[in-house]
């Protein structure tokens, strides 16, 4: 069984800059692709960054790929999301999720969900 725990989320103002920490517990984690998505209030959630499980392969949404950066410690079992420059637009609950294998932005594909963590950016 999979379980992750986000954290990092918080109010922070236009242009600020936060880093998100998800942190993973599994049998076998090194074989994970790990994928943040977002969901703004009355929004589909969106697929925002993925990183495969030797950190080698990254993807991002297109509108995010400039502010956004995905990286992994597999000794610490951490995936982080910094994020830069953020807009009120980017207020979501983030979560991280996981998949076995592949890479890719669909949420049916990925099997464990963490509960997610709010970012609200205001000023």
């Known amino acids: 069984q999979v379980q992750l725990v986000e954290s990092g989320g918080g109010l922070v103002q236009p242009g600020g800059s936060l880093r998100l920490s998800c942190v993973v517990s599994a049998f076998t984690l090194e074989y994970y692709t790990i994928g943040w998505f977002r969901q703004a209030p009355g929004k589909e959630r969106e697929f925002v960054s993925a990183i495969s499980w030797s950190g080698t392969r990254t993807g991002a949404r297109d509108s995010l790929k400039d502010r956004f950066i995905v990286s992994r410690d597999n000794d610490k079992n951490t995936i982080f999301l910094q994020m830069n420059a953020l807009q009120p637009e980017d207020t979501a609950v983030y979560y991280c999720?996981?998949?076995?294998?592949?890479?890719?932005?669909?949420?049916?594909?990925?099997?464990?969900w963490g509960l997610g963590t709010q970012v609200t950016v205001s000023s």
């Open positions: 999720a996981a998949r076995p294998s592949g890479m890719g932005p669909h949420s049916k594909d990925y099997a464990y």
